[in-house]
């Protein structure tokens, strides 16, 4: 019944999915006969054509794509001479997934150019395909949480069947596949980059060339491998009247590679010409890879709205306004400890409080604080020691000896001060991990290149200019708002008029405003572990969700 229930609300036909697991040749069976009298009003026939039923059974393990079949009356659009141009379009579109950093592999390419689209199955894996395709160039290939689970960006994925609607409404299929994908400067730079880098490096799914010495007139069954990625990288040769020989023109071609890459161009496939061949991107084309990826997880943010934007492996924050940069300074972030890494994700701030108080975290309060008071009770003289109902407690009252970090039942808290750890403003976006931007005390870290200190928050080099760039849309002088609330000594929250998005990623490349990619080093080793992901990716096909 639960099936029934998910499939009801696809739309006005959508009840012949649920019933294509249970109609056999002769109709209804009774599972499905029990479900006729709750969907009977969200189908007004009852009656299917066999193909109609076929092309039912053919999706019905895709509930995005048989959504659209749901609402499309069960009607092909792959089919026939009217469904060559999208059969074209996804096609044309898959053979350039490259060009977006995504594995082609994933897209049974082969199972594709070799399919009847006049039949139910050879409809349902168009339509399959094409899903995925769009979903994936439009919100990402890989889900982030399965790379590294300090990842906590949730993706906005766009429903399939929408996806797939606005395919078939298209009149210009082609023109629609291929201008699918994000539309922020960035990432248009980052493909332009990555197009530079990966003229020479062929698609994940062409064939590995053979190892061996290859020389004109051998033969063997493995020469075709090595014709077709050559191919698959722009040196193409004549056709040869026998695949499986190292011809003249097969040498051409390889000569022609030689020349591209550096290498002695005799014309001789031996082991330096066919590991170069066979090779995968370098570090940095993987980081551009790597970062398409992650921009295409932030396209369901509007990134050319008023934004904070924090790059972790950066250490760099910057307000970002119709798409230009209104406000840069440096960080420090979290240290590369597993558990004190600053963690990504996405928020509204706001909240800039001025003179803060620091409330200690418990995990650090257990971890660094209680065992120096177990030494000395007089120890770290600069927090107060807090009880369950929010008042000091004087140490005198309390044997730090009888607890350990699972039953202390205090908290510490420091006052508002010059040496406050966080320091005289702190902004706000309330989250699960009590990560949020900060000044503080230590401002020598800032001259560093590498900025990994904090416990996991983010420190502010010019927390002052922040605040007033911050409050400068809702008053005409920010800097006076600002520092009639510091000159009160106490702590005081200034709500934000209206909250901003803030975006805590992390790129190790990224496009400067004048298109050049900058690098960053790997600090946390996040994007070792989503090339891991993403690369695994092309071995899947993931158009079961919705």
């Not at 401002?443 to 922040?466: E, M, V, W």
Request: with cysteine.
């Amino acid at each position: 019944m639960r099936r029934w229930n998910m499939l009801a609300r696809f739309g006005k036909y959508a009840l012949v999915v649920g019933l294509a697991a249970s109609v056999g040749p002769l109709g209804l069976t009774g599972a499905a006969a029990q479900g006729l009298g709750a969907a009977t009003a969200v189908a007004p026939r009852l009656e299917f054509t066999g193909p109609e039923m076929e092309l039912a059974r053919a999706v019905a393990g895709t509930p995005g794509v048989a959504a659209f079949y749901g609402e499309n009356g069960l009607k092909p659009i792959f089919g026939g001479i009217e469904g060559q141009a999208r059969r074209d379009a996804v096609i044309a579109a898959i053979r350039a997934a490259h060009l977006h950093g995504l594995p082609t592999a994933r897209y049974r390419l082969d199972q594709l150019t070799s399919a009847d689209p006049d039949t139910a199955q050879g409809e349902a894996l168009f339509a399959q395909v094409a899903a995925q395709y769009l979903r994936d160039v439009t919100s990402g290939a890989i889900n982030p949480a399965r790379a590294d689970n300090q990842i906590h960006r949730t993706v906005q994925r766009p429903p399939l069947a929408r996806l797939l609607r606005e395919l078939a409404a298209s009149a210009d299929p082609s023109a629609f596949m291929l201008a699918q994908g994000p539309s922020d400067p960035r990432y248009h730079a980052l493909r332009q980059a990555l197009a530079a880098r990966t003229g020479l490096i062929a698609p994940v799914d062409a064939p590995l060339a053979p190892e061996g010495l290859w020389r004109v007139g051998m033969r063997s069954p493995q020469v075709p491998d090595l014709r077709a990625r050559l191919t698959s990288i722009g040196f193409q040769a004549v056709p040869p009247v026998d695949p499986s020989e190292y011809d003249a023109a097969l040498a051409d071609a390889v000569i022609r590679y030689q020349q591209a890459v550096g290498l002695p161009a005799d014309g001789v496939a031996g082991p330096k010409t066919i590991g170069q061949l066979n090779g995968g991107p370098d570090g940095q084309t993987r980081a551009i890879l790597v970062a398409m990826e992650r921009m295409r997880w932030m396209n369901g943010h509007d990134l050319n709205a008023r934004h904070v934007w924090v790059n972790i492996p950066e250490f760099t924050a910057r307000i970002y306004d119709g798409g230009q940069q209104v406000f840069q300074t440096r960080t420090v972030v979290g240290k590369t400890d597993n558990d004190m890494r600053t963690p990504e994700f996405s928020d509204e701030m706001e909240y800039v409080v001025v003179n803060p108080r620091w409330n200690v975290p418990r995990s650090i309060t257990v971890r660094e604080y209680l065992p120096r008071l177990q030494r000395n009770r007089y120890a770290v003289a600069h927090l107060d020691v807090i009880d369950g109902r929010g008042n000091v407690v004087s140490r005198d009252r309390i044997d730090f000896g009888r607890y350990t970090a699972s039953n202390f039942p205090y908290r510490m808290r420091q006052k508002p001060s010059d040496d406050n750890a966080l320091g005289l403003v702190k902004f706000i976006f309330p989250n699960q991990w009590n990560i949020y931007l900060h000044d503080t005390p230590t401002k020598h870290l800032f001259g560093q290149s590498t900025r990994a200190y904090s416990h996991g928050c983010i420190r502010i080099g010019d927390p002052f200019d922040l605040a007033y760039e911050l409050l400068s849309q809702q008053t005409d002088d920010p800097r006076a708002m600002f520092q009639r609330a510091l000159a009160t000594g106490n702590e005081q929250w200034l709500k934000l008029k209206p909250a901003l998005p803030v975006h805590l990623v992390y790129f190790t490349a990224m496009a400067e405003p004048d298109g050049q990619i900058r690098f960053y080093k790997d600090i946390y080793g996040r994007d070792a572990r989503v090339w891991q992901v993403l690369a695994k990716a092309g071995l899947e096909l993931d158009v079961q969700s919705d």
